[in-house]
Nanobody, 123 residues
């Protein structure tokens, strides 16, 4: 069982940037499929970006060219660099690891381990 801890959220003005981090307690899991999801109040959890064990990457259409997913194996950490933020990016952002299905499908039901989330507010 792995613990995932997100950090880096906050409040920013539209057009600003934030970098989210997700540190894994077990470095093995950082090598697996990992993903970022977000959930706004009253909305379903939405897949934002995923990176496979082979470093293939996918983004949801609304964040393409603005967000970048990456990871640092030495630090057991997954990142999400978010630029040109918009009010509609406001949500709680969660990282997730170890998918039962296809990583790039970004189906939240297929991920086994989740972090507690970090709030991102864009005004």
């Amino acid at each position: 069982h792995v613990q995932l801890v997100e950090s880096g959220g906050g409040s920013v003005q539209a057009g600003g940037s934030l970098r989210l981090s997700c540190e894994a307690s077990d470095g093995t899991y950082i090598t697996y499929c990992m993903a970022w999801f977000r959930q706004a109040p009253g909305e379903q959890r939405e897949g934002v970006a995923a990176i496979t064990s082979q470093d293939a990457i996918t983004y949801t259409d609304s964040v393409k060219s603005r967000f970048t997913i990456s990871r640092d194996y030495a630090k057991n950490t997954l990142y999400l660099q978010m630029n040109s933020l918009k009010p509609e990016d406001t949500a709680v952002y969660h990282c997730a690891s170890f998918v039962r299905g296809a990583c790039l499908d970004l189906d939240p039901l297929q991920f086994m381990y989740w972090g507690q989330g970090t709030q991102v507010t864009v005004s």
